[in-house]
């Protein structure tokens, strides 16, 4: 989820701890545990740090180690280890116990966009993306803001939140229900479709769908089971050349590659270079595809500059290629 969505997630849960008579009994640790899952609630975030490298860098551990099943763990110590000088009468193992509650849900909502998160390691380091719900979801930040504005306003804490979250479950239901619905009319379309990926957007019923057969590729949008293909592209694999496999061990080429399950390949050969571009299927968008890994190479096979991240304009990735030599 968004940052907005999981610090209004974190206040709502440190209003729901009242559920605990611990918590609700004693000051220090009401206070401590609001601060403690507002802060769990977007500790495992603290990667997004790593955008101030380069895009690759953060592609490739952005939702990884910091979500992984350790960290799910070691947060919780860390942020009630912190705390708890400053509340030395609060309740250390409800403190953690909340804690670690903040912590979990983070990652735990963070699987169903289609971002996803590499949150079973390090037993594995597959992406675990279920895909729907939006990385912003109007609805739910918006449920969460009347909550908190009928908690602002007197009313318990408890039975609003407990009703808001059993809201929330029910459309996370909905939600799934309408992506199978999807799903099955994708298949109806085109039935020799090998690997599907079924996108949420801001819209509920709106959906951004990329399949693939052994042939082709198709991009499109769903609108309920309405399924509407945009565009088709011949599926031709990465060729085994030494410009391709020099491409492939750049950085930003690697950790692109380490993130996309769908993209299409283009090489475009001058009289002085090689530009090399691989294009995630997943972001259609404005007949653009925004999300890219883009490397220049001289014909010696030498790397001029390359980047990966969201590029809405051709003028602007070419600037960025000029701006920064292989970032």
């Known amino acids: 989820m968004d940052t907005g969505t999981h610090i209004v997630m974190g206040f709502a849960l440190g209003g729901l701890a009242m559920i605990d008579p611990i918590v609700a009994n004693s000051p220090a640790t009401a206070q401590s545990v609001l601060i403690?899952?507002?802060?769990?609630?977007?500790?495992?975030?603290?990667?997004?740090?790593?955008?101030?490298?380069?895009?690759?860098?953060?592609?490739?551990?952005?939702?990884?180690?910091?979500?992984?099943?350790?960290?799910?763990?070691?947060?919780?110590?860390?942020?009630?280890?912190?705390?708890?000088?400053?509340?030395?009468?609060?309740?250390?193992?409800?403190?953690?116990?909340?804690?670690f509650l903040a912590v979990f849900l983070h990652v735990f909502v963070d699987i169903f966009n289609s971002y996803g998160t590499q949150a079973l390691r390090p037993f594995s380091s597959k992406w675990i993306a279920l895909g729907i719900i939006n990385t912003f979801d109007p609805f739910i930040f918006g449920i969460h803001i009347v909550g908190l504005m009928i908690w602002g306003f007197g009313v318990d804490p408890v039975p609003t939140f407990l009703t808001m979250y059993g809201i929330i479950?029910?459309?996370y239901v909905l939600r799934f229900m309408l992506q199978s619905a999807v799903r099955h009319s994708i298949k109806s379309t085109i039935?020799?479709?090998?690997?599907?990926?079924?996108?949420?957007?801001?819209?509920?019923?709106?959906?951004?769908?990329?399949?693939?057969?052994?042939?082709?590729?198709?991009?499109?949008?769903?609108?309920?089971?309405?399924?509407?293909?945009?565009?088709?592209?011949?599926?031709?694999?990465?060729?085994?050349?030494?410009?391709?496999?020099?491409?492939?061990?750049?950085?930003?080429?690697?950790?692109?590659?380490?993130?996309?399950?769908?993209?299409?390949?283009?090489?475009?050969?001058?009289?002085?270079?090689?530009?090399?571009?691989?294009?995630?299927?997943?972001?259609?968008?404005?007949?653009?595809?925004?999300?890219?890994?883009?490397?220049?190479?001289?014909?010696?096979?030498?790397?001029?500059?390359?980047?990966?991240?969201w590029i809405f304009s051709e003028e602007k990735l070419q600037r960025k290629l000029d701006f920064l030599p292989n970032e």
């Open 169 to 171: 479950v029910v459309y």
């Open 36 to 99: 403690a899952v507002v802060i769990g609630s977007q500790a495992p975030d603290a990667d997004t740090i790593l955008k101030l490298r380069n895009n690759a860098v953060y592609i490739r551990h952005h939702r990884g180690i910091t979500h992984s099943i350790p960290a799910v763990a070691l947060w919780p110590i860390a942020i009630t280890g912190a705390l708890f000088p400053f509340f030395p009468e609060a309740n250390l193992l409800h403190l953690w116990l909340w804690t």
């Open 191 to 309: 039935p020799e479709a090998e690997n599907i990926i079924i996108a949420p957007t801001m819209r509920f019923y709106q959906w951004r769908i990329a399949a693939e057969t052994k042939e082709h590729f198709y991009v499109g949008r769903a609108y309920g089971r309405s399924i509407t293909i945009h565009d088709k592209f011949k599926r031709i694999p990465v060729p085994e050349t030494d410009v391709l496999n020099k491409a492939k061990t750049d950085k930003n080429i690697s950790a692109f590659l380490s993130f996309s399950p769908i993209y299409r390949w283009e090489l475009v050969e001058s009289d002085d270079q090689y530009e090399v571009r691989f294009i995630d299927l997943r972001y259609r968008s404005n007949d653009h595809y925004p999300f890219v890994a883009v490397v220049q190479m001289d014909k010696d096979l030498n790397i001029l500059s390359s980047y990966t991240g």
